[in-house]
T-cell receptor, first 116, second 117 residues
């Protein structure tokens, strides 16, 4: 089904530490999304990119996260100073622009972050 | 604001039976897109099926089909001949309006399906 790659699958950090996760979108998908899924299964949109450009991000992401999608390199999402409340499943999704399937997001397996 | 509601928190069914999961949505858009995803125990999210609002025919993919009732803003997922492997959490989602390339997606709270042998 999906060919979105996320690494690492699991990440354990102490409070105040940086936590960095990476995503390689599906080939031919220039639009990339990051979501945070909490233990109640709720999805929180964090940021999205089209190629290297940020399209939208929420306030929390702007203040506490560092994210980029450089050309010819994996996209990344980094929490600058981890907090216990950041423990969650971080999901990367991508979609194409144009074509019948352009509106469908495909998800990676996620990075499960635990902040101790 | 757009909203997606899944009222069924959890469903248990016997293997090889048919199950329907409900989803209702709110939107002011005249054209929109609806999706169903499955999240397995490992956390992996798999795209299952989509319905484009302008299409009258219900979408079908394998043993998944949709019951799209546009006047009721409802998009139910039907799984026929359920298998143990169908046990998962199922999410309904809708694409919000926005500038091309800048769409966001709204997700329901999920329905946990347990298929019993």
């Amino acid at each position: 089904n999906s060919k979105v790659i996320q690494t690492p699958r699991y990440l354990v950090k102490g409070q105040g530490q940086k936590a960095k996760m990476r995503c390689i979108p599906e080939k031919g998908h220039p639009v990339v999304f990051w979501y945070q899924q909490n233990k109640n299964n709720e999805f929180k949109f964090l940021i999205n990119f089209q190629n290297q450009e940020v399209l939208q991000q929420i306030d929390m992401t702007e203040k506490r996260f560092s994210a980029e999608c450089p050309s010819n390199s994996p996209c990344s999402l980094e929490i600058q100073s981890s907090e216990a409340g950041d423990s969650a499943l971080y999901l990367c999704a991508s979609r194409r622009l144009g074509g019948r399937d352009q509106d469908t997001q495909y998800f990676g397996p996620g990075t499960r972050l635990l902040v101790l | 604001a757009q909203k997606v509601t899944q009222t069924q928190t959890s469903i248990s069914v016997m293997e090889k039976t048919t199950v329907t999961m409900d989803c209702v949505y709110e939107t002011q858009d005249s054209s929109y897109f609806l999706f169903w995803y499955k999240q397995t125990a490992s956390g992996e999210i798999v795209f299952l099926i989509r319905q484009d609002s302008y299409k009258k025919e219900n979408a079908t993919v394998g043993h998944y089909s949709l019951n799209f009732q546009k006047p009721k803003s409802s998009i139910g997922l039907i799984i026929t001949a359920t298998q143990i492997e169908d046990s998962a959490v199922y999410f309904c989602a809708m694409r919000e309006a926005g500038n091309t390339g800048n769409y966001k997606y709204v997700f329901g709270a999920g329905t946990r399906l347990k298929v019993i042998a």
